[in-house]
């Protein structure tokens, strides 16, 4: 016979609604108690009833996330921590896929929000508006946008872009390419935003292009662009479109670095493995998923701290092969 709650009830010396929640609230009981409990569990290898925990809680023990393009390789950095820190929590994940369409990820977060206990929005596109009214129908984290009081984890585009133009500045570049990715992406703008103080600072004149679909034939598309533009360094706004403008480059002659430095943002696998290695940007891919996922939590069990509702965590810099010192003119 499957070991039942009552089991671990009389195992522990206690009643099953400690036993629920020992195992669903462990906050409401006291130290000991749940050690006695979570011991006479493991002891007797009982596996909780899903479908009856959630009608004692009230949640589903479900997360959900919405990423924008499942096909773009950082999200996946991003589900791998968001699922890691979701299990440890003994949560599960539904994941969907928006296609890049504000009116499919309304619909999709609408959708999970009767089957998860909170949906996690990875660089949503939907208005402030939009986002807003989400928030009112489930607990809401945003990763890589910022809107008002709503939870979010955030990584420093700005400072990343500001990286680059003093890499790129203390090389001696002093024209350079910024690809723009999509108008409506919160990361783009606050690179923009990173780009203006440290392009002065650095005496660079930045030349700008697009928007461009963040991909690698997005990047095949900006690149004769660029080098139209007569510059001698180029920063794209993810690596996916670095490693399309690699590929048009070399398709035309230009030889990276010597005639030409491409900067990508993200530092996907491809980066490091790609001829020749990409300079770019390190996002904190699964770090934002863990940090997404604890935030998300913390709002669910009402332990929210009002003051720490926005998280932002560091990128960095990393230079490889190619940028270099600008060619002679």
Not at 8 to 35: I, K, N, Y
Request: aromatic content about 4%; charged content about 20%.
């Amino acid at each position: 016979m499957p070991v039942t709650i009552h089991d671990v009830a009389r195992r522990a010396a206690v009643s099953t609604s400690t036993v629920s929640r020992a195992l669903s609230a462990s906050h409401l009981v006291r130290p000991d108690t749940r050690e006695r409990v979570l011991a006479a569990a493991k002891e007797l290898s009982y596996q909780p009833n899903p479908a009856a925990r959630s009608l004692i809680t009230g949640r589903t023990g479900n997360l959900g996330i919405v990423v924008s393009d499942l096909s773009n390789p950082f999200y996946t950095g991003v589900l791998r921590g968001v699922q890691a820190r979701a299990r440890r929590s003994g949560y599960a994940v539904f994941f969907v896929d928006a296609e890049e369409d504000s009116a499919s990820e309304q619909a999709l977060v609408r959708t999970m929000a009767r089957q998860v206990d909170g949906v996690i929005m990875c660089a949503p596109i939907a208005s402030d508006p939009q986002l807003y009214a989400l928030a009112e129908v489930t607990s809401l984290v945003l990763l890589n946008r910022r809107l008002g009081d709503i939870p979010a984890v955030l990584m420093a585009s700005a400072n990343g872009i500001r990286q680059v133009l003093d890499h790129l500045g203390a090389l001696g570049h002093r024209r350079c390419a910024y690809l723009n990715g999509p108008s409506k992406s919160w990361s783009n703008r606050e690179r923009r935003r990173g780009m203006r103080s440290a392009a002065a600072r650095n005496n660079i004149d930045v030349i700008q292009f697009g928007p461009f679909e963040p991909t690698f034939d997005g990047g095949i598309q900006a690149a004769d662009l660029a080098v139209a533009g007569g510059v001698t360094a180029i920063m794209a706004y993810n690596d996916l479109m670095a490693l399309g403008v690699l590929s048009r480059l070399a398709h035309r002659g230009v030889r990276v670095p010597e005639d030409m430095s491409v900067v990508g943002f993200d530092d996907l696998l491809f980066a490091a493995v790609c001829s020749p290695p990409l300079t770019t940007v390190a996002m904190p891919m699964e770090a934002g998923g863990r940090a997404a996922v604890d935030l998300l939590l913390a709002g669910i069990d009402g332990a929210e701290d009002a003051d720490d509702v926005h998280r932002e965590l560091s990128t960095n810099l990393i230079v490889r092969a190619t940028t270099t010192v600008p060619p002679i003119r």
